[in-house]
């Protein structure tokens, strides 16, 4: 699962806080509910890399690191930086992150 790790990123989350948003939001409490979509949910980082890759995703113009600099350089060492990493090997494809130089 893609979610490993992430409490926000579980289906269980995402529909609590739907509940949440529908609680507190006038558009909501007016009759017009909010719904929290999660299509690649249940999908692992290799699927997820292959269906975006399908569409056209441009890869390079992202990054999944969360301590990334201030250019978007990867530190290349935090969990979602090799989540995404064995990502794209187990997919079959070549991640073109732009790692920083180790300190």
């Not at 990054?63 to 989540?83: F, I, N, T, W």
């Not at 073109?96 to 180790?102: A, D, K, L, Q």
């Amino acid at each position: 699962m893609d979610y490993s790790g992430y409490p926000d990123c579980r289906p269980e989350y995402l529909a609590a806080y739907e509940r949440m948003a529908n609680l507190a939001t006038k558009r909501a409490v007016e009759g017009h509910p909010l719904v929290v979509r999660s299509p690649i949910v249940d999908l692992g980082k290799a699927e997820i890399v292959r269906r975006g890759a399908a569409l056209g995703v441009d890869y390079a113009l992202t990054v999944s690191c969360y301590d990334a600099d201030a250019e978007g350089l990867a530190c290349g060492r935090c969990e979602s930086c090799r989540l995404r990493r064995a990502g794209f090997a187990e997919a079959g494809l070549a991640d073109p992150t732009r790692y920083r130089s180790p300190t």
